[in-house]
């Protein structure tokens, strides 16, 4: 029995698909790495406006530079690093494999 058992999981894990999609795995982590969506304030990476803000009685916009054209480098600093207190950017406990899953995720979905 243990033997049919075994051969049965041995077969089954051959013919077996992964669950999801190295692409939906990086659409996964766009849209909600560690509870924070990426996609609420970059939307799909190009520069956008968060909202206004008014000082001196003068409205200004508050705008998200895009994430697109950023290099490796400063994509995986900004997203390791513990941000300040009066930074908007959310601190993130990411692997080395999800941060290099969302910056490929990002450079390789250009609609810029």
């Known amino acids: 029995m243990k033997i049919i058992l075994f051969l049965f999981l041995f077969f ?7 669950f999801i999609s190295p692409k939906e795995y990086q659409e996964s982590l766009y849209q909600n790495p560690r509870g924070i969506s990426c996609a609420k304030c970059h939307g799909d990476g190009s520069q956008q406006v968060l909202g ?10 508050f705008i998200i530079p895009s994430i697109k054209k950023i290099g490796y480098k400063r994509f995986r600093d900004v997203l390791i690093q513990p941000q300040e207190a009066k930074s908007i950017m959310p601190t993130y406990s990411l692997t080395e494999q999800e941060i ?7 450079t390789n979905n250009k609609k810029e």
């Open 52 to 61: 206004y803000y008014t000082k001196n009685g003068e409205k200004f916009p």
């Open 100 to 106: 290099k899953s969302l910056y490929d995720y990002i």
């Open 12 to 18: 089954c894990g051959i013919w077996a698909e992964d």
